[in-house]
Structures are given as structure tokens and as C-alpha cells.
């Protein structure tokens, strides 16, 4: 087997786009993603990777060089992280629309104001509509899978679509744990040459993104949907094959820990998904009938696992780390929705707002919110909606 | 440097039935690129008129690649595909970011700033045609003092002209030059030698706009050439740490040579309100810059 290192998160997703040896890296160091740049950094300067570091201005630049240089050939990655990444938000869409493959992994942090370096989900689910694969890691190694793989999918030719890695800023980014990293050789086979759509390298005529009429425009805008539906397949491929490579167990765009038998389900995606681990098994020593389904890929949204995992339970609990201001957290509207698609006669589901701006949430608090729901469904008296703050429930 | 060919086998690159306006500079411009780096060019396009002269998708009136980039990214876009190109050994292709003023002295500056300082292996070209002509005649920080436009309506620009190309120079490029649409067989002199220098390169095109300085169409060049021949333009190259005045705008160094500024304003409408005041200031920002010339050369 490979290499097994004692990494950040921050480190691990170094670590996967050098042995994806990527050939340019564009980036512009903000808190909490900077450790990520200059690891990649020490990486190119001592000469473990053979690739260019250009050490750009601002985001908007650092995935504007990463968009040229995929479309001129290259295998690209960049990170960033919050504020950035909203200044970024522009080329984001420009790249799924180009079809660039390009991976970015995103160290997530809330977005001011007020200045906050905590983290949440907020700047990761700004991204949510751009026509980017979304992945979310839970610890380290996840982080490094979760990377390593998401080269592969982005340049899957029934994809071609860029692929963002969430971890969380801190939590993951700046803790340290073991971090398996598979053999150079058997990377290097399984993720095999650089793929995309079109090289732009002066070796034919082509225009990309010239204006278009509203007919065509809407028609790129469907083959990007239809890329996101044959998405789901791939990173189930994907994930099926690396498992191969380094052992580690197939885990699905859905981990379902304690599911199979649940009566209540709770639904998280991110590094809290622990804290909830430890609250299940805690409840269910305690007799309570409840299992988690951790969400590893948020786009395209996994909501048929998801159904087919919680139709039977008698209530689903979303946990979101960010909030539609107005509406209720998104991965409680993607999952509502999931449902809909196959049934009318859904089981309670309800949204709980947490976490934001870095706020802790201790398995305790997840066991407390779990058991009042548990009680609420029993009693045919649930809230669609709280906001749990300071351990109060804030409606 | 020996007169060149032109138009040689431009219309190779540069196709008939492009979606210019009548009298545009841009086709003038890029069939000086198409004779200087014929199709081995790829050019980075930010918004701008450019995006549309290209014309509309699946179709493209230049037989070349185009890239197009977000407002604000040419030269970090332009960045990335040179040094991709350089790590997969692709050398017989010219990345030129082109882009207007808008995109360029404005809300491009940064990434330009960036790019210059990185030393990147591209030329950027900014064509200056002094406002933002694609979205309706709004003023950019090029546009020069005076003028009119929909975002300086009533009383024009009341602040000088943002001078980028010296903005570059102070960034130590190797080779920086101002050229003119005008000037066809300069702007190829100074692409061939841009292209035989590596590391970031900038050339400011000042590019005469008919629709956005009220000008019949046929004067595009005619008033192109007046801006030099008033030396209100000067044209010249900046590289070994020094100004080198071009041919056109060698005579201009002596300012009894110099039409009278009014010749090149009263041709045009955006100047249609100047008095006596802005005139003499305008006059004045032409000693002053012919002073820096001077200094530098």
C-alpha cells in the first residue's frame, strides 16, 4: 500500500493534486485555504511536481489563469475559500459553461459581513447553482478522496464538467489525522492522460463562448443538466474503481451509518456529520430507533439515494450549516424536493439551521434536537422549520 | 524595418461578413495580426465590441481561435493559456489578449497589473477606443478630457486621460508601444518586433470610433492619423529602458510640425461642446506629454 502521512485537510488536498500530477496551479492565499497554496508551492519548488504555480492578484484571476490553462491543455486545480470565493463567483459559471475540466477544492468559511474566519456552508452553497459537480468531505482522507477522484469525474467524457471539493475551514483544514496516499504508480494508471472536450492550442479554428442566441444559449444550459444526470453514474464509477486501488470501502454520493433499520433518519453533509455519528450510536444505545445519511456529493444532488434510504422512516431530519434567507437551508429544499419526485405521501421531514458563522454544535446538541424531533413526530406536532441557537430553538 | 506586405493573405484569417459597424477599426487591427501571426494566434477576449465583431455562435469571423473571458480576466485568462501552452511545448502560437479600454484601464487593471509583474509570455493589446462603445458610449478612465458620452453627457469628461501604456512602462515590461489604426504599417513593425521578444508585451491601439465619436464612418483613419499628426497621440516603443519615437510621429517632436488640435477635435461630436478653456488644457496636455517623451527617450 501507500504512503499513510499525518495531514490537514488543507494538506490532503495538496497532496491530491500532486499525485493527479496537475501541470498548473493558479491561486491567491486566503484564510483558512492558504496552507493549501503553499504546500503546493513547496511541492513545485523542491521539485516533487512538475508543474507552474502562477501566484495570481485576486481569485477572479486565480481560476481566470486556471480557465485558460485547462482550455489550453493543462490539468489545473486551485482552492479557495469564502470571501474569495464569492469574488470568484463570476468565472465559476464561465467554466462549467466552457465545459473546462478544472478541479477547486473549497476550505469553507461563513461570509461577512461582519468579519467572521469560522466556518459553515455558506460560501460553498453560493455555488450551488454554476453547473459544477459539488463533493463535501468529512475527515482528511475523505478529502483526499474526494480530490484525487474528482479529477477523473471532471474529465469523464459523459461529464466534462468542472468539480468543487468542500471541507470545512479549520474544523478539517488546520487539524491533522492520517491521511493514506495511494502509490504513484497505480494513481497514475487508474486516472491515466488529461481529457477534454477540445484543447484550445492553435491547432484548429474554435471560439468558445461566443454570443449566442437565446435557442442556443438554453440549449448549453441543458447539456449541462444532462451532463449533471449522467454525473450520478460516474462518481459512483469512479468511487467503485478507486476503492479498488487502495482498499478503502465504497462509501456512495450517500454514507448511510446506522440507516438500514432507522425509523428517523437525519440528513448532514460535512465535517458535524461526526458529531452526529456519535450522537446516533449514543441514541441508539438509548433505544431510539435513528440512523444518519452523510451527503458526500451535493451536485448533482443525490435525492433518489436519499429517498430510497428514508421513504420507509416515519421522519427525516435535514441538518443545513447555511441558510436561504427567506427559506429554509438548501439541502433541506434539494431532499423535500427529492421526495416529491416519487411520492405525495412523504414522511415528516423537517430543517434545522445550525452551526452558522462557526457556531459549535456538540454530538449532545444533535442528540437533544434528534430526541425532540423523535418526540415530535410521535405526538403529530412538527415544526418544518427551527433555528437551533445557544441551544434554544429559535423558530 | 522594410515596408511589409500588407495586405498579405489577411483575408485568410479575417473573414468577409463580420459583425462590425461601418468604419469599425477592429478588422483593420486584426488583419495587421493575421499578417504578422496569420491563424498561429489565439486571441483572449474579454466583453467588448470585439465579442461581438467576432460574430455570433456557431458561426466566427475570424479563422483563428477566440477565447472568450469575463470583463475583468483577460490577462489572467491570456496567463494561463501561455503557460500551459509552454509546459506542453507549444511554441509556434501568439497569445494576444485583446481588449478595450474599458476592459483594459478599468475594471481589467488589476489582472493587466498582475500579469505585467508575473512577466507572463503574452502581448496584450488594449484598442482604445476611448469609451465603452459596445454598451452605448459610456465613459471610461481612457476617455480623454472633453469629450462627451451617455455617462459625461452634459459637460464631458472633466478629468485627463489614464495613460496605461506609461502605467505599463512603470511596471518594467521588456517591450511596451502605442500604436494607431492609422498607422497599419507601424503596428505590424511593432508586432513583429513584439514577437520576437519573450515575457509580457503591451501595445496601446488607439482605435477612432465612428458611432461613439460622432464621426462619418469613411474618417476612421483620416482621424486616426490627425490625433498623431496634432500630437495629441504620440506614437513610440518603450524597451532597454527607453522610449524609441516611431517613424509617423518623429516629425511632431518639433511642435511647429503639430496640427492644431481643434483640426482633429472639429471632426468629431464628442468634442462638439469644447470651449476655450478645455481646448487650451487639452493643448496643454499635449506639451506635457510630448515633455515625458522627450525625458524618456
Known sequence: ?395 | MSRPPLPYKTRDVVLPGDAACPGCPIPIAWKVLSAVFGDKMILVIPASCSSVVVGMYPGNSLRASVIHVPFASAAAVASGVSEALKKRGVTDVQVIAWAGDGGTADIGMASLSGAAERNHDFIYIMYDNEAYMNTGIQRSSSTPRGAWTTTTPIIGKSEEKKDVAKIMIAHGVPYVATASVGYVHDFYNKLVRASKIRGFRFISLHAPCPIGWRFDPRYTVKIARLAVESGLWVLYEYYDGKIHLSGPSRPYVDPSKRKPVEEYLKLQGRFRRIDDELLKSIQEYVEKNWEWVKKHM
Not at chain 1, 25 to 35: D, F, L, M, N
Not at chain 1, 193 to 214: H, K, T
Open chain 1, 1 to 395: 500500500m501507500g504512503l499513510k502521512l499525518v495531514l490537514t485537510g488543507n494538506y490532503a488536498l495538496a497532496y491530491a493534486a500532486k499525485v493527479a500530477r496537475v501541470n498548473v496551479v493558479a491561486a491567491y492565499p486566503i484564510t483558512p485555504q492558504t496552507s493549501v497554496v503553499e504546500k503546493l508551492a513547496e511541492f513545485i519548488e523542491e521539485g516533487e511536481l512538475d508543474a507552474v504555480m502562477i501566484r495570481v492578484e485576486s481569485e477572479h484571476s486565480a481560476l481566470a489563469a486556471c480557465f485558460g490553462a485547462a482550455l489550453a491543455g493543462a490539468r489545473v486545480f486551485t482552492a479557495t475559500s469564502s470571501q474569495g470565493l464569492l469574488y470568484m463567483h463570476e468565472v465559476v459559471h464561465w467554466a462549467s459553461r466552457a465545459r473546462a475540466p478544472i478541479v477547486m477544492g473549497i476550505v469553507t468559511r461563513t461570509l461577512g459581513p461582519p468579519w467572521n474566519i469560522w466556518p459553515d456552508h455558506t460560501d460553498y452553497m453560493d455555488q450551488r447553482d454554476t453547473g459544477w459537480i459539488m463533493s463535501f468531505a468529512m475527515d482528511n482522507q475523505e478529502a483526499f478522496d474526494l480530490t484525487l477522484q474528482a479529477f477523473k469525474v471532471s474529465e469523464d467524457p459523459r461529464v466534462y464538467l468542472p468539480v468543487m471539493v468542500g471541507i470545512e475551514g479549520f474544523i478539517l483544514g488546520h487539524t491533522s489525522m492520517p491521511v493514506e496516499i495511494p502509490e504513484q504508480n497505480l494513481v497514475d494508471e487508474w486516472l491515466g492522460p488529461r481529457r477534454q472536450p477540445y484543447v484550445v492550442d492553435g491547432s484548429e479554428y474554435m471560439a468558445i463562448g461566443n454570443l449566442a442566441l437565446p435557442e442556443d444559449t438554453e440549449e448549453f444550459f441543458m447539456d449541462i443538466q444532462n451532463a449533471m444526470e449522467e454525473a450520478r453514474k460516474v462518481v459512483v464509477e469512479v468511487e467503485e474503481e478507486y476503492s479498488k486501488i487502495t482498499g478503502r470501502p465504497f462509501k456512495g454520493p450517500v454514507e448511510c451509518f446506522k440507516c438500514e433499520d432507522a425509523k428517523y433518519v437525519a440528513i448532514s453533509m460535512g465535517a458535524w456529520s461526526g458529531d452526529l455519528m456519535e450522537s446516533v450510536s449514543q441514541l441508539r444505545d438509548e433505544g431510539y430507533s435513528v440512523g444518519l445519511l452523510r451527503i458526500r456529493y451535493y451536485r448533482p444532488f443525490p435525492g433518489d439515494y436519499i429517498f430510497e434510504k428514508a421513504n420507509s422512516t416515519k421522519g427525516v431530519l435535514v441538518f443545513d450549516r447555511a441558510i436561504s434567507f427567506g427559506s429554509y437551508g438548501p439541502i433541506f429544499l434539494d431532499t423535500a424536493a427529492s421526495f416529491l419526485k416519487h411520492t405525495r405521501k412523504t414522511p415528516y421531514i423537517k430543517n434545522v439551521v445550525a452551526g452558522i458563522g462557526g457556531v459549535n454544535i456538540t454530538s449532545d446538541d444533535f442528540s437533544r434536537i434528534l430526541k425532540r424531533f423523535v418526540h415530535e413526530v410521535e405526538s403529530d406536532g412538527v415544526n418544518v422549520f427551527e433555528w437551533y441557537h445557544k441551544g434554544k430553538v429559535v423558530r
